[in-house]
C-alpha cells in the first residue's frame, strides 16, 4: 500500500491503521505488538518508514 500523507514511522502507521481500522485497533493496543521493517526486528516504534518498506505487525505469542 500507499503510505498514507504525514505517516513517517512505525507508531504513526500503527495509529493510522488503528483508526482506518476499527478491527484492527484491539488488536494494536496495549503495546504489546513488535515490528518488523524488511525482515528485521525494529523495537523502536519511532523506527522511519519509506515508500516500499515491508512492515509486520507481529502479535505477542504464547506457548514455548
Known amino acids: 500500500m500507499t503510505l498514507p500523507q504525514g505517516v513517517q514511522n512505525l507508531a504513526q502507521l500503527q495509529a493510522w491503521l ?3 481500522e476499527p478491527a484492527l485497533a484491539q488488536a494494536l493496543a496495549g503495546g504489546r505488538t513488535q515490528y518488523a521493517v524488511n525482515q528485521t526486528i525494529v523495537r523502536d516504534p519511532g ?3 519509506h515508500e516500499g518498506d515491508e512492515i509486520a505487525f507481529l502479535p ?4 514455548g
Open 18 to 20: 488503528a483508526r482506518s
Open 47 to 49: 523506527h522511519p518508514i
Open 60 to 63: 505477542p505469542m504464547s506457548g
